[in-house]
């Protein structure tokens, strides 16, 4: 080694960033992020904010002192548009506070258009047009563009302030923190706690409006696929009641928040909320049933369907024993052997099998089978072998004379599946974990969040997958169901919401340990870092308290009903 090419220098008072695609940006050390990447003129249709800064999420204010490769963040990726909601839920929360000083606001839900569900609690909800003033005065806060800054502050005195401003959810919630500080963020006069990163000001969050809907109203905002068009808003009636549903229950519970729900767990009331949650399911299972049974004429085909990881299956094995109890025999018919042979399967804009697609199925032979079961004939019905990708001869089956076919799977409630079946002969319902539980007031709880984890650890279980493995496909699963699911959840005649206010207390002690074994270096990593964070909020709950035939078994394990078939 040449000794003499070492020496000692001084920092270079410039250093550089390097972009993805091979551009080199150099600036002054401790220079933001986002002043870096803000002298590129290529934000426009799609906004700039954040970025991953050499594998971690940083903030636009991020001051880079090293050399660093950046990959910037916009609103069409997943992080960015999380960044864009969570600031655009503190400029609400500040001009809502502004405007009606004393009144409780709750932001509740997503909607599929784009948008939060709000409403007032316990008082008269907005006008229309207080609603528009409150528009309006978010949208004078976003001209002025106010800076919103961050600092950490020690627990206790962020307790504190949250008791003087009398907001209890958020006391209760901080009094299960393990951490000794709490990052705030200021906007003006307003400071409070979000769970993520925000923007560097007010003026990047233009892109929104508040419509009235059903008593409360909807903060609506851009979706990823056009940043910067707000698409017309729709929102579902009966998904709406759903929610509220589960609100009265969780309100009955003593639940209606995460700081209430930790405390039953630290009481240890917790075993009567889960006898509580799951005598809910059960009795609402059992409605659905006799809905079935008493529907006239009665339906020979019920279908079931919904998103990814929401408890199909076990859903679809209690409502068989529900309508056992009734006297009705069902028959769990599997769509999946109806596949094409893999060489006659369409193909997506990629170039690979598309076997979600509707026309992967054999629909012709498939409602021929159906037809001939429901009229009492006997059917050699159809086998698909994954292995080989050929569609094969199945068992031979003839149904009881009291017998209907249940049939689960994404196209249950597309019309394209059975079009030649009359609708008062099929029954719909659509299964869906609709999470109404939030962390307080402005820091709601993501219902995908919950469906991932739940995935995440029954695919460690069953199949091996690493957390790795299940959030990098994660993405596809959910253009899947945006494309063959949510277009058709309004065609069904029931909706059970399969969410459980402690189930992200029992999916914690197990997902925990699959997140931390996702490697630093991968894009995957920002989301394991994410949710870890997430779940510290929860204390972990003792598995054993979950009963054996409850949902939440379908993924943790154990379930009563895994081995459960009538054929």
């Known amino acids: 080694m040449n000794k003499k090419i070492i020496k000692e220098v001084r920092p270079d008072p410039q250093v550089q960033i390097r972009l993805p695609d091979g551009r080199v940006l150099s600036g002054p050390r401790g220079t933001t992020i986002g002043n870096f990447l803000l002298t590129l003129h290529e934000w426009e249709e799609n ?16 001051p880079v002192q090293m050399e660093a490769n950046v990959l910037p963040l916009t609103m069409a990726d997943n992080d960015g548009a999380r960044i864009y909601r969570r600031s655009l839920t503190f400029v609400l929360e500040a001009a809502f506070e ?28 907005l006008t229309a047009n207080q609603v528009q003033a409150l528009e309006d005065h978010m949208k004078a806060i976003v001209s002025k563009d106010i800076p919103l800054t961050r600092k950490q502050v020690p627990l206790q005195e962020a307790i504190e302030y949250f008791a003087n401003k009398g907001q209890t959810d958020k006391v209760l919630l901080l009094k299960y923190r393990k951490k000794d500080y709490l990052i705030l963020y200021a906007l003006g006069n307003h400071l409070d706690y979000f769970h993520g990163y925000m923007v560097p000001s007010t003026g990047f969050l233009r892109w929104f409006d508040l419509v009235p809907a059903d008593g409360g109203f909807v903060l609506h905002f851009t979706r990823r696929s056009q940043p910067t068009v707000l698409q017309p808003l729709t929102y579902s009636q009966r998904l709406l009641s759903t929610f509220r549903q589960y609100g009265s229950w969780l309100t009955r519970l003593g639940i209606e928040n995460v700081g209430a729900l930790n405390k039953s767990i630290e009481t240890g009331k917790i075993r009567e909320v889960i006898l509580v949650s799951e005598a809910l399911h059960e009795q609402k299972i059992a409605e659905i049933a006799t809905q079935i049974v008493n529907r006239k004429p009665r339906p020979h085909l019920v279908l079931i369907s919904g998103p990814s990881s929401s408890g199909k299956t ?5 409502l068989s024993i529900q309508l056992l109890a009734q006297g009705i025999s069902p028959f769990p018919f599997e769509m999946d052997n109806y596949f094409v042979n893999r060489d006659e399967t369409p193909k ?5 099998f598309d076997f979600e ?22 059917v050699q019905l159809r086998h698909y072998n994954f292995k080989s990708g050929l569609n094969e001869p199945g068992k031979t089956v003839r149904l009881q004379k009291d017998s209907l076919v249940i049939i689960e799977g994404i196209h249950g409630l597309n019309p394209g599946l059975l079009p030649d079946f009359p609708v008062q002969e099929t029954f719909r319902v659509y299964v869906s974990c609709l999470t109404q539980l939030n962390l307080d007031r402005y820091n709601r709880i993501s219902t995908t969040d919950t469906r991932l984890l739940r995935r995440m650890v029954r695919d460690a279980r069953e199949r091996g997958y690493t957390a790795k493995q299940t959030i990098e496909r994660w993405e596809s699963v959910r253009l899947g169901e945006q494309r063959h699911i949510f277009p058709y959840q309004d065609n069904a005649d029931e909706i059970f919401n399969s969410a459980l206010a402690y189930d992200l207390s029992a999916l914690r002690a197990l997902a925990e340990p699959l997140l931390r074994q996702v490697p630093f270096s991968t894009p995957e990593n920002i989301e394991a870092k994410r949710l870890l964070a997430f779940l510290e909020w929860f204390l972990p709950l003792d598995e054993d308290l979950i009963p054996d035939n409850s949902i939440l078994r379908e993924f943790l394990g154990n379930s009563i009903l895994s081995d459960f078939s009538l054929w």
């Not at 906004?47 to 991020?62: D, F, K």
């Not at 709750?106 to 599929?112: E, G, N, P, Q, R």
């Open 357 to 378: 697609a509707l026309q992967a199925l054999n629909l012709p032979l498939m409602a021929e089978h159906l037809k001939l079961l429901i009229s009492g004939e006997e």
């Open 314 to 318: 076990t859903f679809s094995k209690r």
């Open 98 to 125: 502004e405007l009606f000083p004393g009144k409780y606001l709750s932001v509740d839900h997503a909607v599929s258009s784009g948008g939060y569900y709000c409403e007032l609690k316990n008082s008269e909800q």
């Open 47 to 62: 906004p700039l904010m954040g970025a991953v800064v050499n594998g971690t999420l940083r903030e636009l204010t991020y």
């Open 348 to 352: 997506n804009e990629n170039g690979q």
